[in-house]
T-cell receptor
């Protein structure tokens, strides 16, 4: 399968600070990337769909000003959690698709964010 | 009604047995169906995908799709303790890149 690399794999930050998470497709061009959040023992919750060169599409209830997504190239998307609070502590996972519909998505290894 | 439904489990099977995982979906226009495995604390990894009605086999795994009944299943033959994980069903609709995930079924393979 294709390789998607996510960095960092874990991060601890202070309340009120911002954290940036990177998602890279290493061996293919990802027209579309997805950002998910997963709380313990719950399923993946899609936060936003990121298309290269355009604004991300956010799911209902996800604050676009808090979760900034940039998809600057076909191999890189970033998620910035701004003014993080303890309730933002979660497992954030990106996935990437080659861009045509009905193709499989490959996941990064996830980032465990802890806000203290 | 949830768009993709799975029994949360846990489903316990003895080592060597066949594990059967089921998933139903509500959007009749769905076209692509995926099974992912997720170990605790890790991100999902793709096991199989299926687009057409019928069975698709890959090693010990068989995906079965029945669009008329709107269900997709995953069979794991010769189950091993290392198969113990949560299995996520995902559905992708026509003309969209968005994947809808079920809540997952936790599988326990008992040695």
């Amino acid at each position: 399968g294709a390789v998607v690399s996510q960095h960092p794999s874990w991060v601890i930050c202070k309340s009120g600070t911002s954290v940036k998470i990177e998602c890279r497709s290493l061996d293919f061009q990802a027209t579309t990337m997805f950002w998910y959040r997963q709380f313990p023992k719950q399923s993946l919750m899609l936060m936003a769909t990121s298309n290269e060169g355009s604004k991300a599409t956010y799911e209902q209830g996800v604050e676009k000003d808090k979760f900034l997504i940039n998809h600057a190239s076909l191999t890189l998307s970033t998620l910035t959690v701004t003014s993080a609070h303890p309730e933002d502590s979660s497992f954030y996972i990106c996935s990437a698709s080659r861009g045509t519909t009905n193709t499989e998505a490959f996941f990064g290894q996830g980032t465990r964010l802890t806000v203290v | 009604q949830k768009e993709v439904e799975q029994n949360s489990g846990p489903l316990s099977v003895p080592e060597g047995a066949i594990a059967s995982l089921n998933c139903t979906y509500s959007d009749r226009g769905s076209q692509s169906f995926f099974w992912y495995r997720q170990y605790s604390g890790k991100s999902p990894e793709l096991i199989m995908f299926i687009y057409s009605n019928g069975d698709k086999e890959d090693g010990r795994f068989t995906a079965q799709l029945n669009k008329a009944s709107q269900y997709v299943s995953l069979l794991i033959r010769d189950s091993q303790p290392s198969d113990s994980a949560t299995y996520l069903c995902a559905v992708n609709g026509p003309g969209t890149y968005k994947y809808i995930f079920g809540t997952g079924t936790r599988l326990k393979v008992l040695a």
